[in-house]
């Protein structure tokens, strides 16, 4: 062997011997992953698995891991990802860690959320700065390294479980490392600490009358291939598992049979709890980790259900936005209603309205027959702000309950000042630069910002933004202040555009009142219009702070609102 062949051999070995987990976590680890194909529901799985655990008395964390190469999701569109979950401390994250903040207690973080970007963009930036002494930089054991690294960071020592959702589906080059990294850690830290979960499909073939479990046994030969054996397997499905395919499973899949778990399709996902329950899915986890613990109290997802599925009447909602083609992209808001509805035993019935088809008044008019409210929600860019305006004139003249989220809110400013102020040339500095009225601007404009830290992104888009979450001061006695019950809150940001405070006057004198600001009084949060029955719009996002046990105050009280209004169409 010569010289040179000796020392990469030496730098190799020097790697391998400091891959080994920096730190030991007290908590227990289970990792998800899925197989087959997407969208199986990794992540309500591992939510509903953390509420199990929650109900046994246990502390939990949960995270996901994202194949993709992207940093984070700020920057992809919401038709290819979902909506941009925004955390407490102003991260944009994957949908699903939404998930995980309704059905625990959790508020997440972003350190919960790491992507492929994230670690391959750690890694460089190390190798730049001679971290790794002139090594030649590889998939194992660098980027694996840095995955682990990231598992066991930021995870308290009282934390019972860490649940770890590895995104993607098994066989994905894009997963391989993630998947390494996994199996490298439950080595590392010893398999009595470490469970695996995997997530499949068992499609029911109606010509044959079965399901059939051939697609399930190939996705755990693959993760087997790469070392992985799952300890549970949880197989999604339409129809009821029979015990010899349970038993086929067992046997195929090396896994004990009470281990092979039935994962139905259930009418609401906060059945999901209550249907893992049943099927012994926390007692395997348990006996897994040879662990006791009291019996769940599950009495609080009983009464949600219950309460899904005895409504005593039904509200008609219009959400008028430009990614309605995907509801995932406005994911939260849907959950949001759900809650609001479960609070109020009705049921919404939600009308998802592309904003590009409200082409005039009429198309309007005929898009809002029979709705009982209308909310425009959060986005970016020009494209469909006409309609969601025509809306928001539908909803101000013939007093519809209005809810406004961000983009919503400013729009709704925009469209008071035009057809109520008279500034038919108002607008945001976002869709014209050169407006004589500007209304809405960028907040790095401003001249008198609150004095506080202002977290940012790089965007790639030319500017930063407000994100994560920020106090807000409201006006006694104004509708708002009523609905929190509070005159101060903290709520969740995602925006670069705020309202001028300059227009505060002349708005108030024409009857719309800002009824929620930044505690210095510099930045506007919410307004409101005081001659209708319920016109209300934020500069924040309500939707990411609501769970089922706890809906979010301004969405309870906008569907009980919507309730009161009976329209004769």
């Keep these: 062997m010569d010289l040179i062949n000796v020392a990469e051999e030496e730098v190799f070995m020097k790697a391998q011997i400091n891959s080994q987990v920096k730190k030991q976590l007290k908590a227990k680890v289970i990792f998800v992953t899925g197989g087959v194909l997407s969208s199986l529901g990794k992540g309500i799985s591992a939510a509903s698995l953390g509420a199990l655990m929650e109900a046994r008395g246990f502390k939990v964390r949960l995270r996901k891991f994202e194949p ?128 695996f979960m995997h997530l499949t499909l068992l499609p029911y073939i109606k010509t044959a009358g079965e399901l059939k479990t051939k697609p399930s046994q190939h996705s755990v030969k693959e993760l087997q291939s790469m070392g992985i054996q799952p300890d549970v397997l949880m197989c999604r499905t339409e129809m009821p598992l029979p015990e010899e395919a349970k038993r086929k499973l067992a046997l195929f899949c090396n896994i004990k049979p009470d281990c092979v778990i039935e994962a139905a399709d259930v009418d609401t996902i906060y059945k999901v709890p209550l249907a893992y329950a049943e099927q012994g899915l926390d007692d395997q986890v348990l006996k897994h980790f040879s662990m006791e613990a009291p019996s769940p109290d599950l009495s609080i ?96 003249e013939n007093k519809i309950p209005y809810m406004g989220i961000c983009l919503g809110m400013q729009l709704a400013v925009i469209e008071f000042a035009r057809n109520v102020l008279g500034l038919k040339e108002a607008d945001s500095t976002e869709f014209d630069p050169q407006t004589p009225d500007p209304i809405v601007k960028l907040i790095t404009k401003w001249q008198n910002r609150e004095k506080m830290e202002r977290r940012s992104t790089d965007t790639g888009l030319g ?18 202040q009523k609905i ?10 995602r925006h670069r555009y705020e309202m001028d405070f300059s227009y505060e006057e002349a708005l108030k004198k024409a009857g719309m009142q800002i009824t929620g600001a930044s505690p210095d009084g510099a930045l506007p949060e919410i307004i409101e219009i005081k001659d209708h029955p319920w016109f209300l719009a934020m500069q924040f996002h309500p939707e990411f702070k609501s769970k089922p046990m706890a809906p979010h105050p301004a969405f309870k009280d906008f569907v009980q609102a919507a309730e009161n209004i009976k329209q004769g169409n």
């Design 484 to 493: 929190y019950g509070n005159s101060k809150i903290s709520e969740r940001h």
């Design 463 to 480: 500017g930063t933004m407000r994100l994560g979450a920020y106090p807000c001061a409201l006006t006694e006695g104004s509708l708002v």
């Design 68 to 195: 993709y190469l992207n940093v984070d999701p700020g920057t992809m569109s919401p038709f290819q990802h979902g909506e941009v979950y925004v955390t407490e401390d102003g991260g944009e994250t994957d949908l699903d860690l939404g998930h995980y903040e309704r059905f625990t207690s959790l508020y997440t973080r972003r350190s919960d959320a790491v992507s492929t970007g994230q670690i391959y963009s750690k890694v460089i930036s190390k190798e730049r700065r001679g971290v790794y002494l002139g090594a030649t930089i590889q998939i194992i054991p660098h980027i694996t390294n840095e995955i682990k690294d990231h598992l066991v960071s930021d995870i308290e020592d009282d934390v019972d479980f860490l649940i770890c959702e590895i995104g993607g589906t098994v066989g994905d080059i894009e997963g391989l490392p993630f998947l390494e990294a996994i199996r490298q850690y439950a080595n590392d830290v010893g398999r009595e600490n470490v469970l």
């Design 301 to 396: 997802w009983q009464n949600i259900v219950e309460r899904v599925h005895s409504p005593k009447n039904t509200v008609n909602i219009a959400v008028v936005g430009k990614y309605t083609g995907l509801q995932d992209a406005y994911k939260s808001i849907a959950e949001s209603f759900e809650h609001a509805g479960i609070a109020n035993q009705v049921k919404v019935k939600v009308t998802w309205l592309n904003a590009e088809d409200l082409v005039d008044r009429a198309a309007v008019e005929k898009a809002m027959l029979g709705m009982q409210g209308i909310l425009v929600p959060g986005g970016h860019g020009e494209r469909g702000t006409r309609g969601k305006m025509r809306a928001i004139t539908y909803a101000r």
